[in-house]
């Protein structure tokens, strides 16, 4: 479906064009025209299928056709992530740039400059705001922001804003909001939890489902079974056996990224990390310059597996096993993004046989065990223990077998 069947006022056809829109994708085709009719969506919908313009489009359009006060908010997209408010801003800001829409980001870690630069917008009025809990959370409580007249509310990764702790946040921002509005919620799964946020909020909504809880077919997904002090060595011989041009390693621990990104750079790797201890104009600078390939290979905990849509990823290393099967399918999912083929590793150590056996559970087949070069010396065997009665799901059987097959 092109964007010119959605029947769009002409003011966004130009944004559309210079952002190099021309066909939509599944979540685009079926969540546009549901929201410019005015209904309530709960979609489910991966990171990378486009659903920020699919709810910035035809929200914008409304702003456009529709009476409104320019002088109060007129949408409020919450979010739980900086780098995913900032994300959403700049895809606002080149969508709208041919129109008079006015938007703002709203979130912590910035100076007091940004703070006023908020402050002002809020009370003034502005069309869009794009915030993160916290920080909005900091504005209502000093009582000048105007949210009397927003027609729009937009949750966007709401299962991560929920598992983040920010359900008491997101309630109470809602209780500023008028109760006659349209709402859209946004996730890429749909615990139980979630579906309960969404009877509270939600008004007769259509559900759509997008989201595929597995990786794309065009990554080549292998593992590694490893001692501790084996990954480090592994890692460099990996990175040195072919010219990568743009890798993200993931851990799960800030302490691994900084003892890893350390060790990289050392061995004159072209390496930053990224993490929620370093200030956020840093953390900008080091996403604009890995997605400029200035930048060659981030070192990154969980922070960047969901909200951040950077291409051409030709390799993602899971340096420790994702704490959950979700996790897994996000990290993996930042590589093979548009139709390209991509490449994802893991590093599984005795103590993490386990979870990482639930996470090929999940999967619904064993991931290949890649043989580990001798000179790193022995092993262990890949034998997870079996599943405990009553115990989470997607555990594993323990019938899997250690692999040792050679490397692709």
């Known amino acids: 479906m092109n964007f010119t069947e959605f029947g769009f006022d002409e003011r966004l056809f130009e944004g559309i064009d210079s952002m ?7 979540v685009q085709e079926q969540v546009i025209i549901p929201i410019l009719q005015g209904k309530d969506i709960i979609a489910s919908a991966q990171t990378g299928t486009g659903k920020t313009a699919a709810f910035l489009l035809p929200v914008m359009n409304k702003i456009l056709t529709e009476p409104h006060d320019e002088h109060l908010i007129n949408a409020l997209i919450i979010v739980p992530t900086r780098e995913l408010a900032v994300q959403i801003a700049q895809a606002m800001e080149g969508l709208s740039y041919f129109t008079n829409i006015s938007s703002i980001a ?26 993160t809990p916290g920080r909005m959370i900091a504005h209502l409580n000093m009582g000048y922001v105007k949210m009397q007249a927003v027609k729009y509310l937009v949750l966007d990764e709401a299962d991560r804003m929920l598992d983040m702790g920010f359900h008491d946040d997101i309630m109470k921002i809602i209780s500023f909001l008028p109760k006659q509005r349209q709402n859209l919620l946004f996730s890429a799964t749909m615990p139980m939890k979630m579906r309960e946020l969404a009877r509270k ?52 621990k ?155």
């Open 20 to 26: 190099g829109y021309e066909t939509a994708t599944p």
């Open 106 to 131: 709203v979130y912590g870690g910035g100076d007091g400059t940004s703070f006023t630069t908020e402050k002002k917008a809020l009370s003034s009025g502005v069309d869009v705001v794009i915030c």
């Open 201 to 252: 909020i939600l008004h007769h909504p259509l559900e759509i489902n997008i989201a595929v809880s597995k990786p794309p077919e065009q990554i080549v997904q292998e593992a590694f079974v490893v001692y501790e002090p084996q990954k480090i060595p592994l890692i460099k011989e990996i990175l040195r056996s072919k010219d990568f041009q743009s890798v993200i390693v993931f851990c799960s």
């Open 254 to 408: 800030k302490m691994n990224v900084k003892q890893l990104s350390f060790e990289l750079k050392r061995a004159r790797f072209s390496v930053e990390e990224i993490h929620s201890d370093l200030e956020q104009d840093q953390r900008e600078q080091v996403l604009l310059d890995f997605r400029n390939k200035k930048l060659k290979i981030l070192v990154a905990t969980d922070i960047l597996s969901r909200g951040i849509d950077i291409e051409d990823i030709d390799l993602v290393i899971n340096y420790d096993v994702p704490n959950d099967g979700e996790d897994y399918i996000h990290r993996i999912g930042r590589t093979a993004r548009a139709a390209s083929e991509g490449t994802a590793y893991t590093f599984i150590t005795e103590k993490e046989q386990q979870r990482f056996a639930q996470i090929e559970e999940l999967l619904g087949h064993a991931v290949t065990k890649a043989q580990v070069p001798e000179q790193f010396g022995p092993t262990p065997a890949y034998n997870p223990r079996p599943s405990r009665a009553g115990g989470r799901p997607h555990q594993s059987s323990g019938r899997k077998q250690g692999g040792g097959k050679p490397r692709r």
